[in-house]
T-cell receptor
Framework: AQKITQTQPGMFVQEKEAVTLDCTYDTSDPSYGLFWYKQPSSGEMIFLIYQGSYDQQNATEGRYSLNFQKARKSANLVISASQLGDSAMYFCAMREPSGGYQKVTFGTGTKLQVIP | GAGVSQSPSNKVTEKGKDVELRCDPISGHTALYWYRQSLGQGLEFLIYFQGNSAPDKSGLPSDRFSAERTGGSVSTLTIQRTQQEDSAVYLC?????????????FGPGTRLTVT
């Protein structure tokens, strides 16, 4: 089974609208962390937001929020008031303990294009 | 402060040659990761160093791939007898030790092209 599943290879959103990028995960460990990263066409990976498995509240960072539904094992990223600069690849990732290590697994990504 | 740096930024090599890719993590970061990203794809985990512990090599695709980390800082990823399928961007990331919540800081990557 895939550890991280991002089912939307590509998304379009109108500038100033909100958009939700889907992410589901699979783990049997009660302790894990969920991350979203942005990768613009320039290639650098930029950390956006983090949600811990025990966090009671959904994480928020400026225009980014994480819709964490633990029972459904989903961690969707919501971007409000989209801007042209939000056009990029977005990756969901999970860190979990595994055999004494902390393994980090990335999804295949969603390409977001913001339309003026 | 200085971020994660990688060198070279681009490397073109002939099939069968060995290559070395270098990563300088952020000072004080004890965790270091190597990933491979093929064109338009996600990140494939290769290897993970945490402090002085034995590295997690479970992601290395073959015995042609190896990595070391000297003095808990700089890391070198070596690919022996390169093949065309090794062509990809190799990304290095570092993070602080400890909790599951430590975000990774990525370098700019090394684009490897095997001809």
């Amino acid at each position: 089974a895939q550890k991280i599943t991002q089912t939307q290879p590509g998304m379009f959103v109108q500038e100033k609208e909100a958009v939700t990028l889907d992410c589901t995960y699979d783990t049997s460990d009660p302790s894990y962390g969920l991350f979203w990263y942005k990768q613009p066409s320039s290639g650098e990976m930029i950390f956006l937001i983090y949600q811990g498995s025990y966090d009671q509240q959904n994480a928020t960072e400026g225009r980014y929020s994480l819709n964490f539904q633990k029972a459904r094992k989903s961690a969707n990223l919501v971007i409000s008031a989209s801007q042209l600069g939000d056009s990029a690849m977005y990756f969901c990732a999970m860190r979990e303990p595994s055999g004494g290590y902390q393994k980090v697994t990335f999804g295949t990504g969603t390409k977001l294009q913001v339309i003026p | 402060g200085a971020g994660v740096s990688q060198s070279p930024s681009n490397k073109v090599t002939e099939k069968g040659k060995d290559v070395e890719l270098r990563c300088d993590p952020i000072s004080g970061h004890t965790a270091l990761y190597w990933y491979r990203q093929s064109l338009g794809q996600g990140l494939e985990f290769l290897i993970y160093f945490q402090g002085n512990s034995a590295p997690d090599k479970s992601g290395l695709p073959s015995d042609r791939f190896s990595a070391e980390r000297t003095g808990g800082s700089v890391s070198t990823l070596t690919i022996q007898r390169t093949q065309q399928e090794d062509s990809a961007v190799y990304l290095c990331a570092s993070s602080l030790a400890g909790g599951l919540g430590s975000e990774q800081y990525f370098g700019p990557g090394t684009r490897l092209t095997v001809t």
